[in-house]
């Protein structure tokens, strides 16, 4: 499988399992992100500080853990319906 380089495509990867922990409801249920190949690690660091600076996504210090919140899953539950339909584009 090829590396997902877009910020579209490491989007894609990353919700699903944000989407599935914030719907669980359990605060301490976060998602710790590592690209799976070297090409990822700059594509999906930008795309994780773009959802934090628009306030979509929390960080829990220290860790890199990762929490949608309630502004970020409701700007992205129409994607996230898609995916859970069709799968990755």
Known sequence: MKPA????????EILLGLADNFEAGNPLDVR???????EEFEPL????????????LTQMYPA????LTPAGYRNFKSRIAFLRAFGKS
């Not at 877009?6 to 894609?12: A, C, G, H, I």
């Not at 710790?32 to 070297?38: I, Q, W």
């Open 5 to 12: 380089t877009t910020r579209q495509e490491v989007l894609d």
């Open 32 to 38: 710790e992100f590592k690209p799976s190949y070297p």
């Open 45 to 56: 660091r930008e795309c994780l500080a773009e959802m934090i600076a628009e306030g979509w």
């Open 64 to 67: 890199k853990v990762y929490r």
